[in-house]
């Protein structure tokens, strides 16, 4: 399966990373410190407001999309949200997911915050290209949900909703409520690869968990 998934993803993230090279900067074997990835999400925190869940405005250029995908996973909703919610845990499962580093970690009242920059290293075309996304993870222990704002080249926003939900069988229903924003002329490239890579970690994350891998 791992196998599977890492030659359906290449295609799709060598696209992003090409969309990226004509829309905005990328960059080749970076090595930034935590130091250095923090100062970056800051700077995106404070430039593109991230969080911000208002739709684009209409004569902003920008359009959204949103989709939903589920997978249910043969493990107790305990244990599938402690091992799905890390994110460390997608490293791996993410083929090109190399490393995520956390700029901040703290709690108010029930729920958990996590300021972080997760680093891909993606193969094209002979060379190593970086791509940077940096995100806010709030995780509602007692709702057994989290929520995920991200921000990456060439500025899109992403913001994720992930639920789950018992199953009388014993199973755990994941589901992901994705939105997109992203230039309107980007729009359907990014809602349809983004939506893709979602499914294939699902799955990746599916098989870690039922194996106990993670």
Same mark, same amino acid.
Not at 8 to 17: D, K, R
Not at 135 to 139: E, G, L, M, V
Not at 144 to 149: H, L
Not at 190 to 194: E, L, M, R, W
């Given at each position: 399966?791992?196998h599977?998934?890492r030659l359906?993803?290449? #295609?799709?993230?060598?696209?992003?990373?090409l969309?990226?090279?004509t829309?905005?900067?990328?960059?080749a074997?970076t090595?930034?410190?935590?130091t250095?990835?923090?100062?970056e999400w800051?700077t995106?925190w404070?430039?593109?407001a991230f969080?911000d869940?208002?739709p684009?405005?209409?004569?902003?250029?920008?359009?959204r999309?949103?989709?939903e995908?589920s997978?249910?996973?043969?493990r107790?909703i305990?244990?599938v949200f402690r091992?799905y919610?890390?994110?460390?845990? !997608?490293i791996g499962i993410? #083929?090109?997911?190399?490393?995520v580093a956390? !700029?901040?970690d703290?709690?108010?009242?029930d729920?958990?915050y996590?300021?972080l920059?997760?680093? +891909?290293e993606i193969?094209y075309q002979?060379?190593i290209v970086?791509?940077?996304?940096h995100?806010?993870?709030?995780?509602h222990?007692a709702g057994?949900?989290? +929520?995920?704002?991200t921000w990456? +080249?060439p500025n899109v926003?992403? !913001?994720?909703?992930?639920?789950?939900?018992?199953?009388s069988t014993?199973?755990?229903?994941v589901?992901?409520?994705?939105?997109?924003d992203?230039d309107?002329t980007?729009?359907?490239f990014?809602?349809?690869?983004?939506t893709?890579? !979602?499914?294939?970690?699902?799955a990746?994350?599916? +098989?870690a968990?039922e194996?106990?891998?993670?």
């Open positions: 399966m791992k599977f998934l359906v993803a290449a #295609p799709l993230l060598a696209g992003a990373f969309l990226s090279v829309s905005g900067p990328a960059t074997d090595t930034d410190t935590d250095e990835l923090a100062a800051q995106a404070d430039t593109y969080n869940t208002t684009p405005a209409p004569d902003s250029g920008r359009s999309a949103t989709t995908i997978i249910q996973i043969d107790p305990l244990r091992a919610s890390n994110l460390s845990n !997608h993410n #083929p090109f997911l190399k490393r956390t !700029h901040k703290w709690r108010q009242y729920t958990r996590i300021n920059t997760a680093v +891909e193969p002979g060379t970086t791509n940077k996304v995100a806010q993870q709030r995780i222990t057994f949900y989290y +929520e995920t704002d990456s +080249e926003v992403t !913001h994720q909703k992930i639920t789950f939900k018992p199953l014993g199973k755990t229903l589901t992901e409520s994705l939105t997109f992203a309107a980007l729009i359907d990014v809602a349809a690869n983004g893709a890579s !979602h499914q294939q970690t699902q990746g994350l599916k +098989e968990i194996n106990g891998v993670i």
